[in-house]
């Protein structure tokens, strides 16, 4: 329906805040696409050495997950929408962070925003994987490899949790994805190249 619609568009366009540019343009930073790996998130916001900049970007990012998917709910309650339009806008304000349009479709890989949807989506499901990511993360010290082990974590949680619903399918899109998305940093982590969380630029 048109609603769907809308709320897909909303979420994308949502999604299409690149925090990392726009948390780093406001704070007189570099923007983080000329350095590091060049990528518009938090783990290389951090590379600039702000790491107030860091976690305003993650925070930014993930929330703009956890609203788009809350707002789609919203909608669905008010306009009769099923749960397609719900796991729809999962989806759009992901192909946003990556794909933005206010940005010149460069942007970022997923994480946190995935993080903000997962929580919007089932809280114990986002907790979950929060979890996973805090413990590979704090173990490896490598934010992509944190990143990629709770994406294959991701669909079968999702699968234990939110059986049989259109989530799943969203869940399993988003982490192929983020998975995508890190071509260049799972080569780095083949090749013994990747640095770790918090290394400057
Ligand atoms: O959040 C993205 C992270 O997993 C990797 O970022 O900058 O190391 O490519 P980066």
Not at 86 to 111: D, E, N
Not at 120 to 134: M, Y
Request: net charge positive; charged share 15%.
């Amino acid at each position: 329906t048109s609603a769907d619609v809308v709320v897909f568009i909303g979420a994308y366009l949502l999604g299409s805040l690149s925090f990392a540019v726009i948390v780093s343009k406001l704070m007189g930073l570099d923007d983080p696409r000329s350095y590091g790996s060049g990528n518009p998130g938090a783990t290389n916001v951090l590379r600039s050495g702000n790491r107030k900049a860091a976690a305003l970007t993650l925070a930014g990012d993930a929330l703009k997950g956890w609203l788009a998917v809350f707002l789609a709910r919203q909608a669905a309650a008010a306009f009769a929408l099923d749960a397609t339009a719900i796991a729809g806008a999962a989806l759009a304000v992901t192909l946003g962070h990556m794909w933005p349009v206010f940005f010149r479709f460069k942007g970022g890989k997923g994480v946190a925003t995935a993080a903000g949807i997962l929580l919007a989506l089932d809280w114990r499901l986002g907790l979950a994987l929060l979890a996973i990511w805090l413990i590979l993360a704090k173990g490896f010290k490598i934010s992509s490899l944190a990143a990629l082990l709770a994406a294959l974590a991701a669909p079968v949680l999702t699968w234990y949790l939110l059986p049989q619903s259109v989530y799943l399918y969203a869940v399993c899109v988003i982490a192929v994805l983020l998975i995508a998305r890190h071509h260049q940093n799972i080569r780095g982590l083949l090749a013994g190249k990747e640095g770790k969380i918090g290394d400057k630029a």
